[in-house]
């Protein structure tokens, strides 16, 4: 997440998350993060968000995403969205999403 500024001037919305992994040194490549749609229908992607890791049923731990932001500095445009999603898993082909668990708008 976060974002990334090319030539001194333009800035662009990251899509991709990892998370580092102290105990052995690693990072770890996370699902692309999250769109949401406004009401007149325009899409945004998540850029600035905070990543947690929050117990679930039993002893279990899930990653969760609390909320997000966009913001496009070349355009001005900008959005706010206070969604928590979950990282769930595919276990038909394999892989990792974010599916969401929380909409305080609804």
Same mark, same amino acid.
């Given at each position: 997440?976060? @974002? /990334?500024?090319? %030539?001194? $001037?333009? %800035? /662009?919305?990251?899509?991709? @998350?990892?998370? %580092? !992994?102290?105990?052995? &040194?690693?990072?770890?490549?996370?699902? /692309? !993060?999250? =769109?949401?749609?406004?009401?007149?229908?325009?899409? $945004?992607?998540?850029?600035?968000?905070?990543? =947690?890791?929050?117990?679930?049923?039993?002893? #279990?731990?899930? !990653?969760?995403?609390?909320?997000?932001?966009? =913001? &496009?500095?070349?355009?001005?445009?900008? #959005?706010? @969205?206070?969604? @928590?999603? *979950?990282?769930? +898993?595919?276990? *038909?082909?394999?892989? +990792?999403?974010?599916?969401? *668990?929380? &909409?305080?708008?609804?």
């Amino acid at each position: 997440g976060g @974002v /990334n500024l090319h %030539y001194g $001037f333009f %800035y /662009n919305p990251l899509k991709s @998350v990892e998370v %580092y !992994l102290p105990w052995n &040194d690693t990072w770890i490549d996370l699902p /692309n !993060l999250p =769109m949401w749609t406004v009401e007149d229908g325009t899409e $945004f992607q998540a850029s600035l968000t905070h990543i =947690m890791s929050l117990a679930t049923t039993g002893d #279990a731990n899930q !990653l969760h995403l609390i909320g997000g932001s966009y =913001m &496009d500095w070349n355009t001005q445009a900008e #959005a706010i @969205v206070g969604t @928590v999603w *979950r990282q769930g +898993f595919n276990s *038909r082909n394999k892989t +990792f999403f974010w599916e969401q *668990r929380f &909409d305080p708008e609804t």
